[in-house]
Each structure stands twice: as structure tokens, then as C-alpha cells.
């Protein structure tokens, strides 16, 4: 079965496990769901299933917690457990829930691991339990940063965590949530909470090109529905994929209509960047990845030959798709700790593509700019995208190793860099927060490795009133003022890309405050300096339980 079982296994092995591809409407062989294999690390497993990071809950038909041992008693990786005879065996095998649902978030999260080239921490440092059948309604289904845990209800009997897609969305809330804290914390803005719903819709949505065999059957039943009776799909290829369950969530669980849910149903909505709603906010942002997947694909099949047989089709499709994702993971690496909106993200995607593809022989990042730039987002070109003007004559009192060392050797980088300071907008009578220092090495196509420390700095504190008017702040009460930079360095520690939030920008501040303005509108009452802080405060905290979803 491809687990080890000697105790002193390396933790390099990976294994491949059975997986409900899509969810449980989607047909496969002998009336069974669809599935497919996830390949994931081999690591010790207790009953449970219990990994080093990873907890899963599942039950008996009696509503009583289990302690599935998915081991076959060697205590390592999964002995693989394939269902058999009817589709009922998916939906009553606690076994298998279980199965299924460790495989699927070990799986996204060796994605974005190895797409980094670095661990990601959960939250708070701690293990990520998923309830996989939790009594709750399937409205309450959610990642709760609070406990670092992911509750999944039921739809009409059916776990909801059967649906592969459902599940690496809120997954990828928990590896956003740990990776990127200063996103979805009490003084983040609806920017960063709309850029949480569009990543793990597109992680689920581009969860189902990592097997070719998926893909295959699902453009089959497309052209089928779309009328078509050529294997291949000939000129209908376009309209039965819109139609198919490629581009849409939970497996026909959602309304086709529903633009949210099916982004390539419709243009995104007007106004979706200024939408208060989180979910709307993000339907410009998904529909810009997908399109841009949906038009490479039909470039490959415009070649000669392309579309002569459903498995180059498929093919095609599987590599497409694949490639957007990897670009989408390591463009996280590139956006700013705080304050990110929709160009970060797009400048991130390009910029650490062309760090590991420089050429970009097949034009991925000329459709992704196109597609982005038909919904309003738009960045600035190659050479002006590192951020770095006017920051060329930094003084470096360090090498590479010395940014190992820590923190301090950024702080100390920036204070000795009045330039620096002055790009990041810093107030110099406050302190610098440096998150992280890390080092990550990614494997281009070709082959070469790519090797580069990023460090994560942010200035926050809140202004009185007189001193936000000083700064020049239209305002009543105190401002939460705050502003950062991912920096990266090169393998020789030299500056080679920056995203910055100015913290004294007051351009950027005062939209800032009346985008909270406008959602909650500063009352009498609020104008105390503590009390207009805490109520501020507790409308973040509230917001990222009510939006996460």
C-alpha cells in the first residue's frame, strides 16, 4: 500500500490515497462516486486520525466520535481503503470519511509547502482539527480561527466533507489564516477579508486539474451536456466547459447560476470592488484566474492536433490548470503582510513567475495581466513590478547567513536605510515588527533552483486625534494607523523585490478610514479615545467569524 511502517522513516516518502474527487453527485465506475488519488506525506498516524498536524473527527451513525485507525495497526501513513460496491459505502464508512478528509487537507497542504518551498504554521502554532460530520447545520460549516478548527456539516445526510472542493477551501482559510495573520485580524479591511474568500475558492476550484483522469471525465460529461456527440468537443469545447463542473463549486451542490459559485457562469458583478459583501468582493478576483486558465487551455487546443482525442484535451487542461495554481500559492510569497487588495495579488503572481520562468515561453503571464485587466485590476510593468526604484544603493552590513540570524538584522537594515525608511513610511519614534525571516527554495520547470529569504515587517499603533489631523487625517476620533513590506533578498542577501504599505501615507490612511467609515459610521459615543479603539477593535474581530466562509 505504500506506507512505510519502519520507525526510522525519514519523513521524504510520499504515498498516493484514495479521494472522492469531486463530491458525491459525480458519477465514476459501478454506480460509485467518482475518485481519485491525493498523493500526500507518509508521517506517523495515530487513531483518530491524528498527524503532527493535522487531527480529523469523524463518528458513528450514533453521533459517537470514532478513533479510526488508518493505519492497518503499523502506525504509519494510511493503509489505503478503496470503497466498494455501492455509493451508500462512501456515505457510511466512517473509515473512509475519514480517510478521505486527512488525505485532501494533508494534500493542500504539502501544495502550498512545496509550491513555498518552506513549512506554513497553523495559527497560533497548533494542530488543525476538522470535525468531518459536526451536528450543525450545513450553514455553519467554517474554519473557526479562534480554535484552529474546521466544523463541517451535512446537506441533505450527506457530509459536506465529501465534497473534496468544500473542504481545500476552508483548508486554505487555515493555511491563509497561519501564513498571512495580519489579513484576517481585528484591524484588517474588507480588501483582505475578500482576498481570503477569492484564494480558497480558486484552491478549490483548481484543486480538481491535479488529476488528468478527473479532468478526462468531467470534460466527457460536459460535451455530453453540451450536446455534443465528438469525443473530442470540437467548436463546442468552449460552451460545454462553462456549463461542466470544471468551473463550479460542490459538485451541482450550489446553483449553477449562482455567479459565486460558478465564476465563469457570467461577468463578475459591477461594482465588485467596492461590494461590502466579502464573497461579492471576490468575483472579480475569480473570475480573472479562471478565465485565464479557460483561454490558455484554448490556445494549447488551437494547436494542430489538440483537440484530436479527449485525452489531449484533458491533458492540456490538467497542465494549464496546474501551472495557474503554482503561480497563484507563490504569489503569496510576494504580497505585503497587511493591507493587500486585488493588484497585490496580481503583481505577486507575476512577479515570482518570472523569478523561477523568465521567459515565459507559453504567455501565462500576458493572459493572466489580460484577463485581470478586463475586471479593472491592473499593475505596473515588468521592470517598474519589484518595487525596488530608488532603493539601488542600500548599505548591507550582512550576507545572506546574517538574515538567518533573525529579525534584528532586518530592523537593524532598515533604521541604517534612511531611504528605506522613508519608502515604508515609518514613524521613527515607534517600533518595527518583523513577523518572519525565511528562506525558501523553489524548483523552476527547467529545473534550477531558485533560492531567496523574505522577511515580513509592519509598523502598527493607533493616533490620537490631534496627532492623526497633524498627519493630516480628516477625523474626529483616534486612527489605528498601520502599514508594512514584504522584502526578499537574493541568495547573496541583496534587495531584489519589495510590496509596501507606507505606515505615514496619508492618501492611503484616510481611504482607509472612510472605507470604515462607510460600513460603520463613527457615533457620538465613539469619539473617547478608548472607547472609539474598542468598539473599532470588536467590529474586526466580529467581521472574520461572520465572512470566512
Known amino acids: 500500500m505504500g506506507a512505510s511502517r519502519r520507525p ?37 498516524t495515530l487513531p483518530g486520525p491524528v498527524g503532527a498536524r493535522l487531527e480529523v473527527v469523524v463518528r458513528d451513525a450514533a453521533g459517537q466520535r470514532l478513533a479510526a485507525d488508518l493505519t492497518g495497526g503499523t502506525g504509519w501513513g494510511v493503509w489505503d481503503r478503496t ?60 474554519y473557526q480561527n479562534d480554535e484552529c478548527r474546521i466544523n463541517l456539516g451535512q446537506q441533505d445526510g450527506i457530509p459536506l466533507a465529501l465534497y473534496r472542493d468544500l473542504l481545500v477551501h476552508e483548508v486554505t482559510h487555515a493555511v491563509l489564516a497561519g501564513y498571512r495573520p495580519r489579513w484576517s485580524d ?194 505596473g510593468d515588468a521592470a517598474s513590478r519589484t518595487g525596488t526604484d530608488g532603493l539601488d544603493r542600500l548599505e548591507y552590513a550582512f550576507g545572506n547567513g546574517m538574515l538567518d540570524a533573525g529579525p534584528e538584522e532586518i530592523v537593524r537594515f532598515v533604521w541604517n536605510n534612511s531611504v528605506l525608511m522613508a519608502a515604508l513610511g515609518l514613524d521613527p519614534s515607534r517600533g518595527l515588527a518583523v513577523d518572519g525571516v525565511r528562506t525558501s527554495t523553489r524548483i523552476s520547470p527547467s529545473g534550477f533552483a531558485v533560492t531567496e529569504t523574505g522577511a515580513s515587517l509592519v509598523q502598527e499603533f493607533v493616533a490620537g486625534t490631534a496627532e492623526a489631523r497633524a498627519l493630516g487625517l480628516a477625523t474626529d476620533a483616534p486612527v489605528a494607523l498601520r502599514g508594512g513590506a514584504l522584502l526578499r533578498f537574493d541568495d547573496g542577501g541583496r534587495l531584489v523585490f519589495a510590496a509596501i504599505k507606507p505606515v505615514l501615507d496619508t492618501a492611503r490612511q484616510q481611504a482607509k478610514l472612510d472605507e470604515l467609515h462607510r460600513e460603520r459610521p463613527v457615533a457620538a459615543e465613539d469619539l473617547d479615545s478608548s472607547g472609539f479603539r474598542e468598539r473599532m477593535l470588536a467590529l474586526h474581530a466580529r467581521r472574520w467569524g461572520e465572512v470566512h466562509r
Open 8 to 44: 526510522e522513516h525519514t519523513g521524504s516518502e510520499q504515498q498516493d490515497v484514495t479521494i472522492v474527487a469531486e463530491g458525491p453527485a459525480t458519477p465514476g465506475v459501478d454506480g460509485l462516486p467518482l475518485t481519485t488519488q491525493a498523493r500526500i506525506p507518509v508521517e506517523r
Open 186 to 379: 481585528r484591524w484588517a479591511m474588507l480588501d483582505q477579508f475578500s482576498l481570503h474568500e477569492a484564494l480558497a475558492d480558486l484552491m478549490a476550484l483548481l484543486s480538481v486539474f491535479t488529476s488528468e483522469e478527473v479532468v478526462q471525465r468531467l470534460v466527457d460529461a460536459a460535451l455530453l451536456r453540451g450536446g455534443s456527440e465528438a469525443a473530442a468537443g470540437g467548436d463546442r469545447l468552449d460552451t460545454a466547459i462553462l456549463r461542466s463542473g470544471l468551473f463550479g463549486l460542490a459538485d451541482h451542490l450550489f446553483g449553477r447560476g449562482d455567479v459565486l459559485r460558478s465564476p465563469m457562469a457570467a461577468a463578475p458583478p459591477a461594482g465588485w470592488r467596492s461590494s461590502p459583501e466579502p464573497h461579492w468582493r471576490a468575483a472579480g478576483i475569480v473570475h480573472a484566474v479562471m478565465e485565464t486558465v479557460l483561454r490558455l487551455w484554448n490556445e494549447r487546443l488551437a494547436a494542430p492536433g489538440g483537440r484530436s482525442n479527449v485525452y489531449l484535451v484533458a491533458g492540456a487542461g490538467a497542465e494549464v490548470g496546474t501551472h495557474v495554481r503554482r503561480m497563484l500559492v507563490r504569489g503569496l510569497a510576494y504580497m505585503p503582510p497587511v493591507d493587500a487588495g486585488p493588484e497585490d495579488l496580481l503583481r505577486g503572481m507575476l512577479a515570482a513567475d518570472e523569478t523561477v520562468v523568465p521567459d515565459d515561453p507559453r504567455g501565462y503571464r500576458t493572459t493572466l495581466a489580460g484577463c485581470f485587466a478586463d475586471v479593472g485590476v491592473t499593475t
Open 83 to 142: 470503497p466498494r460496491d455501492t455509493a451508500a459505502t462512501v456515505l457510511e464508512d466512517p473509515a473512509f470519511l475519514a480517510q478521505h478528509v486527512y488525505a485532501v487537507a494533508s494534500e493542500t497542504l504539502s501544495t502550498f509547502e512545496r509550491t513555498l518551498g518552506r513549512r506554513i504554521s497553523w495559527s497560533g502554532g497548533r494542530r488543525l482539527c476538522i470535525d468531518a460530520a459536526a451536528d450543525i447545520p450545513a450553514g455553519q460549516t467554517g
